[in-house]
């Protein structure tokens, strides 16, 4: 008890400030700290610090040391059930009077100590922890037990010490447990007191004679060694023993304490060094402000001086003038008061308005009579000026009239002829157009090269190595970092084989269509005179010589759909539309990028073929979700190498690449489109490759772009 006291009135010592500086350094020690313990006791916290729940479950810690604090309930510090790892909680010297329920998460909570509380009742969710093993209750304020408690089946030791209990709850683990304290409850009438005064074996053996059981004492187990001391002495010593821990971690922090004070001297002296420095020179600006004041006041005394003497020179000159005016005021009063002086000057003044009203009314009627003169003149010259403006007004209108009439002739008469000119000029570009030799001849050309059966073979070949780069570079992708540095050398060998079997390939595609180029000229070469549509009868030769996969082909194409390409126009693309694979829904969604990827280059047939699957869809074609634009090929096997030899088969590691194909983290297909050279890896589409000077995977330069093909 009285280490208790003392713990109380070291808390109480604290100042808030020195309390808020410890809660912080202890928070940061126990979060870097490995060992697992969570220790904020001894802050005079009044609220768990948010997120210390969480805190307590990512770092694994499996004690939580909340003692000697102001605590009135667990909230604040997040979920209990984040304490899912805690073995030890410690409440003890704390102002709780209620705990929570959700202690009842605590799984795995081996040691709870609440003594020295307010608590009147312990929840029954106790029951729930299966794991506890000591459960220490002394000075609070329990009036009972509750029965779930009892049924705890590896409770050990249990401390009622200082309470209010009635009554005591059968405990199912009676004749393992090695602690009980039940001192100092004055209402408890079972056990008599005489036998709880004897000390916790007495308890035992009485209550196990109740309950017709032998004392066998705690099972040992794995865990009993990590937790505290059982016996009343070991728990008391193991009490010392952190109070000889809690003097220590207090010296060190008085020393941090000590430290931070020194350094907080340090700085408060720079700070009056810095004022002192600041007064000096605030105080040599005060001078310097004085001097210019100074000076400012003593201009201002002289300005006010030579004010003054203005001011004296304007009063004497005013006082001279008014005498002079009161002398002249003077002397006209005298004049005023001689009658014989005032009736002259009154008759005189008389005559001269009587000449002066004469004078004035002759001119008066001589300006009255020039006035009107020019009236009337004014007003005619007014009159004239609008009648000459109505007219050219008139005239203005009716030649504006003519001239818009004469103009919209003009117009009409051009509008006819340029409608005129431009029909003839239209129908004889279309003429032209289907005449046109050119055409017809490079028409001819692409058929030949669709139908050609070694340059198809030399495609499908290709086809068949971008597929087997995709594959080895997806698996590449997959299993870089579990794969081995000899397994990354051998796809990084295949792959070096693939790209150059790819080049090869490439250059036996030009050559091939160089051969066929070749043959065209010598074709142009053998003809006879001037045969009239003379590559319109070889196209329709080639289309009646067609290899019979390509009839087997376009015999399966959907009728509606070859209807739609005739009536387009289109009757050179069958072919090509046959071996794409297409349907007519998603043909009616393709816009003009999709037919020029397909392969569809002259833009009236893509324009035509447009306005075609827009009429079908508005006469009730099937309105279904827009399919893709272009099938996904099936997988082809390994390309043959030319000249019969075969390629090596994919390794273990190509065929679980395939096997993950569909992962997200590959490559696909649809992302893909571009191979680098000379790494052979295909990872970026064709956007993507555009800034590239090396590849993404493996950080090589890349010397040459290809574009893998999606069709043959």
Not at 230 to 238: A, K, L, P
Not at 290 to 319: C, G, H, K, P
Not at 460 to 472: C, K, V
Not at 488 to 500: F, G, N, V, Y
């Amino acid at each position: 008890m009285g280490s208790n006291v003392s713990k109380k009135r070291r808390k109480s010592s604290l100042s808030d400030s020195e309390a808020r500086a410890k809660l912080q350094r202890k928070i940061c020690v126990a979060d870097e700290t490995p060992e697992p313990v969570y220790d904020l006791s001894t802050c005079l916290m009044r609220n768990v610090p948010s997120g210390t729940y969480a805190k307590c479950k990512v770092l694994r810690k499996q004690q939580l040391l909340l003692q000697d604090n102001l605590l009135t309930s667990l909230e604040g510090g997040g979920q209990l059930a984040d304490l899912i790892l805690l073995q030890v909680l410690r409440l003890d010297n704390n102002c709780l009077s209620v705990l929570s329920p959700g202690i009842a998460s605590l799984s795995r909570l081996q040691v709870l100590n609440v003594s020295n509380n307010s608590l009147k009742h312990l929840p029954p969710a106790l029951g729930q922890l299966q794991q506890l093993r000591q459960l220490i209750c002394h000075d609070n304020a329990l009036r009972g037990v509750p029965e779930a408690v009892g049924q705890l089946p590896r409770l050990t030791a249990l401390d009622l010490r200082k309470n209010q209990l009635e009554t005591l709850p059968a405990l199912q683990n009676i004749a393992r447990m090695s602690e009980l304290h039940l001192e100092d409850n004055e209402p408890l009438t079972s056990p008599p007191a005489e036998v709880v005064s004897q000390g916790s074996d007495a308890v035992i053996e009485f209550l196990c004679k109740e309950a017709g059981v032998e004392h066998t004492g705690p099972v040992d187990d794995d865990t009993a060694a990590s937790l505290p001391p059982t016996n009343s002495q070991s728990y008391t010593d193991g009490m010392d023993g952190l109070e000889v821990s809690v003097m220590e971690n207090k010296r060190l922090e008085l020393l941090a304490l000590e430290r931070e004070l020194n350094e907080s001297i340090s700085r408060e002296g720079r700070r009056i060094g810095q004022q002192e420095e600041f007064k000096k020179q605030l105080l040599g600006e005060l001078v310097e402000e004085q001097a210019r004041l100074d000076a400012d006041v003593a201009r201002a005394a002289e300005q006010r001086t030579r004010d003054q003497w203005r001011i004296l020179e304007s009063v004497a000159q005013l006082e001279s003038e008014a005498d002079r005016s009161t002398a002249e005021v003077a002397a006209a009063a005298a004049r005023l008061r001689d009658p014989a002086a005032v009736l002259a000057r009154l008759e005189m003044d008389r005559k001269e308005l009587e000449q002066l009203v004469t004078v004035r009314q002759e001119e008066c009627d001589a300006l009255r009579k020039h006035d009107v003169m020019d009236s009337m003149e004014k007003m005619m010259r007014e009159k004239m000026a609008m009648e000459n403006q109505l007219h050219e007004y008139q005239q203005g209108r009716d030649r504006t009239i003519q001239e818009a009439i004469s103009q919209d002739q003009r117009m009409n008469e051009q509008l006819g002829q340029l409608l005129e000119v431009k029909g003839s000029e239209q129908e004889a570009r279309i003429q032209q157009l289907l005449k046109d030799e050119t055409f017809q001849r490079q028409a001819f050309f692409n058929l030949y090269l669709q139908q050609d059966s070694s340059r198809l073979q030399i495609l499908h070949q290709i086809s068949e190595a971008e597929d087997a780069l995709m594959r080895l570079t997806m698996v590449e992708a997959n299993q870089r970092d579990a794969t081995k540095e000899s397994e990354l050398s051998r796809l990084s060998e295949k792959r070096h084989q693939l790209t150059t079997l790819l080049v090869q390939l490439l250059e036996q595609q030009a050559a091939r269509e160089r051969e066929l180029q070749k043959r065209l000229a010598e074709l142009d070469e053998q003809r006879l005179g001037e045969v009239e549509h003379y590559w319109l009868v070889q196209y329709q030769r080639l289309l009646d010589s067609k290899p019979e996969r390509i009839r087997r082909l376009e015999d399966k194409l959907e009728p509606p759909l070859k209807k739609l390409l005739q009536t387009a126009g289109a009757e050179e693309y069958l072919t090509m539309f046959a071996n794409s694979g297409l349907t007519l829904k998603q043909v009616l969604y393709m816009d003009d990028t999709d037919l020029l990827e397909l392969g569809v280059t002259d833009l009236s047939t893509r324009a035509a073929i447009l306005r075609q699957t827009e009429l079908v869809r508005e006469e009730g074609a099937d309105m279904s979700p827009r399919p893709p634009s272009a099938p996904a090929g099936d997988l082809q096997p390994a390309p043959a190498a030319p000249g019969g030899a075969e390629m090596e088969p994919e390794d273990k590691l190509a065929e679980e690449g395939e096997a993950e194909r569909p992962e997200p983290s590959a490559p696909q297909p649809e992302e893909t489109e571009v191979i680098f050279l000379n790494c052979g890896h295909l990872c970026v589409c064709r956007q993507c490759a555009g800034p590239l000077s090396s590849c993404p995977m493996c950080r090589q330069v890349v010397m040459q772009k290809l574009v893998i093909t999606t069709v043959l």
